[in-house]
């Protein structure tokens, strides 16, 4: 009984931090921090959030190596 209780509360709080930083994609504020956190909690109890996240995460890495492969060589050394 308890395991199912902390699943709702679990699914309830992450599933409103989620959708809060979905409305900031249009609103302001800082949704590129408040929706892996809703992920992050989601996660706690759910394997697709998790996994989810993890995605995430890899495809910001990517990007972040990507970007600074590209730059050019003078922005890289700080001239």
Do not use: N
Not at 51 to 60: G, I, M, N, P
Request: aromatic share 6%; net charge positive.
């Amino acid at each position: 009984m308890w395991r199912q209780a902390r699943k709702l509360v679990v699914a309830v709080i992450g599933t409103t931090v989620l959708l809060i930083g979905i409305i900031m994609m249009v609103a302001p504020g800082p949704a590129f921090i408040v929706i892996p956190c809703g992920l992050a909690i989601l996660g706690t109890e759910f394997v697709w959030a998790k996994r989810l996240l993890a995605y995430a995460k890899q495809r910001v890495q990517e990007l972040t190596q990507r970007s600074s492969s590209s730059d050019p060589p003078s922005a890289r050394s700080g001239k």
